[in-house]
């Protein structure tokens, strides 16, 4: 694969973009900047505007306001269609074609690419050439989508929810891919509901909600908005020994049933602590005489991030969606 070339304009640059379905705001006057060579994720809940943001970015929609520009022009521009590669929900390939000669055709749109053969490797896909689109899995038909994808040799790559069908060996397989292709310098810009995915591929975090940008930072700063730290543990003492000690923020049992306000002897329950001082609780239960058991105590993970942070949506936010 060719290597990206650095020094140029930004690989996206979005500003103040806007994008209403009737009254329904998708993207509202959201502001981006990508330089090439990041690997970056979207983030949000059902609904936020990640794969209208991916539509707008192939050129595949029309924004209602503000601009958008990939490499320096419009998103598209033949010169810009023939740096990019998507991954889509949806391959749309023609139903009558073999995987083969789809992924053919697709290459046949970029004046350079890959081979076809090493692309149909990259996806794990040669012991299935002759298949066709309408006898493919879920899993086989996003490997098909990554093909199409990558056969271009495109410099920016946009992947949306690519994992979603795939079992835990081809997630793992397609991630080694995805990150040998950034390894080249080139651009990632990938939707995703597994957060654990974005922590561990993603250097820059996009987090959006109802239409706008409420995070954009690296992962762990994003894991250090959360206050104090995550202690698992398994107890019998009731939810107000545990959220009543000094430094506890939060405290809850798993599994949402009613908490219980009184000792259940015997009856010990998983519980999740968020606290700034793990040995001031651990201390308050042993002295008690409370069950202490399956103990872990962790930094706040992603998923606590963004659960704090759509959370904090739900109160006035400022217009503009932000930049870092
Ligand atoms: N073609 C359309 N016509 C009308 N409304 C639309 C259209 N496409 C998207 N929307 C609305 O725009 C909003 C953003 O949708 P979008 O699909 O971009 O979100 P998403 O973050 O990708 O969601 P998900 O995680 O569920 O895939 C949603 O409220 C959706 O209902």
Known sequence: MGETHSGGPPAIA???????????????????????????????????????????????????????????ASPSSRAVKSRVGAMLQDTGAPDGLTVREIVTLVSSYYPVGIPVAEALERAGLTEHLRKKTNELSGGLRQRLSFAMAVVGDPDLMYLDEPT??????????????????????????????????????????ILLDSGRVIQ?????????????????????????????????????????????????????????????SPEALLRRLFTEGWSVADLTVTEATLEDAFLHLTDRTTKPQPSDGGTP
């Open 164 to 205: 979603a069908s795939l079992d835990v060996a081809a997630r793992r397989e397609f991630w080694t891919q995805v990150q040998g292709f950034a390894g080249l310098g080139k651009t990632i810009l990938f939707s995703t509901h597994n957060l654990s995915e974005a922590d561990e591929f993603a250097q820059r975090l």
């Open 216 to 276: 954009d930072s690296t992962p762990e700063a994003a894991k250090r908005l959360v206050a104090g730290r995550r202690v698992a543990l398994t107890t019998d003492a009731p939810l107000d020994v545990l959220s009543t000690t000094a430094g506890v923020i939060h405290a809850e049992f798993d599994g949402g049933d009613p908490p219980p306000t009184s000792a259940l002897p015997g009856k010990a329950r998983a519980a999740v602590v968020r606290c700034n």
């Open 14 to 72: 979005i500003s103040s973009l806007t994008k209403r379905y009737g009254d329904k705001f998708a993207l509202d006057g959201i502001s981006l900047r990508i330089t090439p060579g990041e690997v970056a994720a979207v983030l949000g809940p059902n609904g936020a505007g990640k794969t209208t943001l991916i539509e707008l970015l192939l050129g595949m929609r029309t924004p209602t306001a503000g601009t958008i520009e990939v490499f320096g």
